[in-house]
């Protein structure tokens, strides 16, 4: 305590606590409500008098006065450790710490990650926390008085800040953006980026958990269904996906592996959660199409693979689950060619099928791959033994039948499969095709080495000024999801943002083209599914999470240098809609604060009724999934019960004209008019035939659209277009 209170600085609150002060006296604290909260413009000393953090004792002291033999605010004296104030002192300690936490208490309890995010916006020459003394900030920390240090959120002109950066740190972050265009093109030749499609119940999560393992990002790879004993998927971090064993919401992880850096997108199978996977494949540069052996191609993998064709996306076939009763493999590479009228080069090649599945044939080095099953369930590396063809150990491991049909395979792949044309690959005419087990790990190591030898790095991307070179000098981005509460434990909102070109550093500024505002990423993050650690820099190609204090929506673009704008990712057209209701006033906030994060990233779409006297907000979603993962993640992460009450509509239609062109068309029947959450008009219908009625009898309400695109602002007039 002697030591403490030594180097406690003058005017500080624990020089206050350590004062000697009269045997018997009480010492007080004052509990002000707003002791966290500096005041802008008043000097740190004076606010702290002002909210009662000077220490008062009782009697005469009380109005202000300072008791006979007690030091004044300006002077502290080091107390022995045989003085006998030292005892009512320490306890005064602890009185202290204990009413400052209970500030706390008081409060609505707010994380870490929302205090750092409402200092996002920071007012320049205010006075803040982090401009106390070094002195005064730990004696605070050693007073308990946590809540003593927090910022405060308040807009400075045209910028949202991450944090207040002094000078000597802008320059060094300046510094930090400078790079050669050689060393920036090195950089970006060693990203690899891909999204993995699938129907449901193909082996998804199970072949990402497996690339992880192989990639050497886990040493234990988990399952979709943990037993009690093992471990889950590290993807499937959200409690219902454990749950149900399905994939809910899309995440990003990245990890390093055979010198790359790779970044993974999960992508959610169930075609009730396709709006997702639509923004996660804007994102990715590579798509690897997982099929069903068994199964073949099935209707969620034909949609998809629609999306990566649109985008031009190389994609990678890797057939799955050749451990179980499966398809002939020349049946299902002619189902590719003749479904999609894509050609098909298989990269390795199955020796049998089901209880007989011995391994594979690598047509590129010649060489058979036998696994061996183990003991681990495909949780650890699979153990493989590799020979030529004329090996005779060969003979040994495989029946005579499977050897003699794979011989007579491979010699018919070598008349009948196309070359591999590297370019035709990256530009989406070629697949690659692989056979394996992603349960057993048969193949999956061959597989990741083949892909990032194959796999296209990070390329151009079309803007409103023309193609944008991923090499590009100027960073730009784009945000393609919003996640709120990866942490359970704090209420935190989370960027996605993949980097399209240019070198990004931690505490850059940078310009948000829909509003014209500059934003400093001060707080950039490293993702691996639910976990994150800071990152400094990253480059094109890469993924990165930036807190999200309400400043970013899906689709955003940021940049630096010349403006510029990537295409919009739009809205699916629902065909589900039900009100939301919330059947316990008392929980109203919660609710509400709820809803608002819940919508914000997506997860299904709101709108609102016209009425004034009806405020239940109005869910529209693809499938009923999502109304499920909503009301499950109110009561999860919020505490609050919420009914759903469905509505008779399944087709809802953006009016293009906007309100003038409703005006217009004077009163509709056979519809219902509302808004979605930028105010624009939304006509809801019961059927197709009732679109066709409406516009065949109001042709003057213009252009009607299945889906909607968030309105970019017109910077010349500050109003949105």
Avoid at 699 to 716: F, K, N, S, V
Wanted: net charge negative; with cysteine.
């Amino acid at each position: 305590m002697a030591a403490t209170a030594a180097r406690c600085p003058r005017g500080s609150l624990l020089a206050h606590l350590t004062s000697p002060s009269p045997a018997g006296q009480h010492i007080k604290h004052s509990a002000s409500p707003h002791l966290a909260r500096p005041h802008p413009g008043v000097p740190s000393a004076h606010l702290r008098q002002r909210h009662g953090l000077s220490v008062r004792c009782s009697g005469a002291a009380s109005n202000g006065a300072v008791p006979s033999g007690t030091p004044s605010r300006a002077r502290t004296s080091p107390i022995s450790a045989a003085s006998p104030a030292v005892a009512p002192v320490e306890e005064a300690a602890d009185v202290a710490e204990r009413e400052a936490l209970a500030l706390a208490v008081d409060e609505p309890q707010r994380s870490d990650t929302e205090l750092m995010a409402e200092s996002d916006v920071e007012s320049e020459g205010e006075l803040s926390a982090g401009e106390w003394s070094d002195g005064e900030a730990e004696a605070a920390e050693e007073a308990g008085a946590r809540g003593f240090r927090r910022k405060s959120g308040r807009k400075k002109s045209g910028t949202v800040s991450g944090s207040s950066l002094s000078s000597g740190e802008e320059e060094e972050g300046d510094a930090a953006m400078e790079i050669s265009p050689e060393a920036l093109a090195k950089e970006v030749a060693k990203r690899r980026n891909f999204a993995i499609i699938s129907h449901p119940d193909a082996g998804k999560t199970t072949l990402t958990e497996k690339l992880l393992l192989y990639g050497g990002a886990i040493h234990e790879a988990g399952t979709v269904k943990a037993r009690r004993a093992a471990r889950h998927a590290t993807s499937d971090w959200m409690e219902l996906e454990k749950q149900r064993g399905i994939s809910i919401t899309s995440t990003a992880m990245v990890f390093e592996a055979k010198d790359k850096q790779i970044t993974l997108l999960d992508t959610p199978g169930h075609q009730d959660f396709g709006e997702d996977t639509y923004r996660t494949l804007a994102a990715a540069d590579n798509a690897v199409m997982l099929v069903d052996a068994g199964k073949g191609l099935e209707p969620q993998t034909r949609k998809l693979f629609e999306v990566c064709r649109m985008r031009h996306l190389p994609v990678f076939t890797f057939i799955n689950k050749m451990d179980r009763p499966a398809l002939e493999p020349l049946e299902l590479m002619d189902q590719i060619e003749k479904e999609f009228a894509l050609p098909c080069h298989p990269i390795n090649w199955p020796i049998g099928s089901g209880d007989r599945f011995k391994g594979v044939y690598d047509r590129v080095s010649g060489r058979v791959h036998v696994f061996d099953r183990g003991s681990f369930h495909g949780s650890r590396e699979v153990q493989a033994t590799v020979m030529t063809l004329d090996d005779p150990r060969l003979k040994d491991m495989v029946e005579d039948e499977l050897l003699a049909q794979l011989m007579e395979e491979v010699e018919l792949l070598e008349e009948l499969a196309p070359p591999l044309d590297i370019e035709k690959v990256h530009a989406g005419d070629l697949t690659l095709v692989y056979f394996g087990s992603a349960m057993n790990n048969f193949g999956v190591e061959l597989f990741l080495d083949s892909f990032l030898q194959h796999a296209v790095a990070p390329g151009a991307h079309d803007t409103d000024i023309g193609e944008l070179p991923a090499e590009d000098l100027n960073f730009s981005g784009f945000v393609f999801k919003l996640q709120a509460n990866m942490d359970p434990k704090h209420r935190d909102k989370v960027a996605f943002v993949r980097v399209c070109s240019g070198q990004f550093s931690k505490g850059m500024k940078v310009q948000l083209a829909r509003t014209g505002k500059t934003v400093a990423l001060s707080r950039p993050q490293k993702l691996f599914a639910q976990e994150r650690a800071v990152v400094e820099t990253g480059f094109a190609g890469d993924v990165i999470g930036l807190n999200n204090p309400g400043v970013f929506a899906i689709g955003d673009t940021i940049f630096t240098g010349p403006r510029r704008v990537f295409p919009p990712i739009p809205c699916f057209s629902p065909e589900l809609f039900a009100l939301l209701r919330n059947p316990n006033p008392s929980k109203y906030k919660q609710f509400q604060k709820g809803l608002s994060e819940l919508l914000g990233e997506g997860a299904v779409q709101v709108l609102y009724s016209n009425d004034a006297s009806r405020t239940d907000p109005i869910l529209a979603a693809v499938g009923q999934l999502q109304f499920e993962v909503v009301q499950h993640r109110l009561k999860a992460e919020y505490g609050v019960d919420a009914a759903l009450e469905p509505l008779g509509f399944t087709a809802a239609r953006w009016v293009s004209g906007g309100w003038e062109a409703v005006e217009k068309a004077g009163r509709l029947f056979n519809c219902a008019v509302v808004r979605d959450q930028w105010e624009r008009p939304v006509l809801l219908f019961r059927n197709e035939w009732n679109i066709g009625q409406l516009q065949g009898d109001h042709p003057e309400i213009g252009e009607l659209t299945p889906y909607a695109l968030p309105p970019q602002q017109d910077l010349t007039t500050g109003g949105r277009r």
